[in-house]
């Protein structure tokens, strides 16, 4: 009787830290320590997490679940997404966005084919809050996104 107890008791403290562990590395600080290090690399200000853009783009991954499809949502905020492996987490999907780092040239203003527009809009002086979300989809992809108030990208403007 007492192994069995044992058994639970360690099974229950492993599942217990695994699944802090999961929540851990998918908290807002997580989410906000990766953008606002990409931020002040270039120095601008950091971005400051608001509970509203965090339920926006819950919702919206949870749209995306059931297809996982790369599509913006078409609402009123700036947004990145993404989709990966299925433990794929949060800092995960904005450190590759900031792989575009190098396809965006500062003296013209311009991208690389157009694949700088997720690091411009890390990056985006004017943003300053930002949510950001998870949604394990039906194939076992993980899709991600954030949200960032005021967007950014705006055409002719430069992010810093």
């Not at 993980?142 to 990208?153: E, H, L, R």
Request: charged residues 20%; negative net charge.
């Amino acid at each position: 009787m007492r192994s069995a107890n044992l058994n639970i008791l360690a099974t229950f403290f492993i599942f217990s830290t695994l699944s802090f562990t999961c929540l851990a590395q998918n908290s807002p600080e997580d989410f906000l320590q990766v953008h606002n290090e990409a931020r002040d690399q270039v120095g601008v200000g950091p971005l400051y997490w608001n509970e509203t853009l965090e339920a926006y783009a819950q919702n919206y991954a949870n749209e995306r679940s059931y297809d996982c499809n790369l599509e913006h949502s078409g609402g009123p905020f700036g947004e990145n997404i993404a989709e990966g492996y299925d433990d794929m987490k949060g800092s995960d999907a904005v450190k590759f966005w900031l792989t575009e780092k190098p396809n965006y040239d500062y003296d013209s203003n311009s991208c690389v084919n157009d694949e700088c527009l997720h690091y411009t809009q890390i990056i985006w002086r004017d943003s300053h809050l930002l949510g950001c979300a998870r949604a394990k989809c039906i194939n076992g992809w993980m899709f991600v996104i954030c949200s960032y108030d005021p967007p950014g990208n705006i055409i002719g403007q430069r992010p810093y």
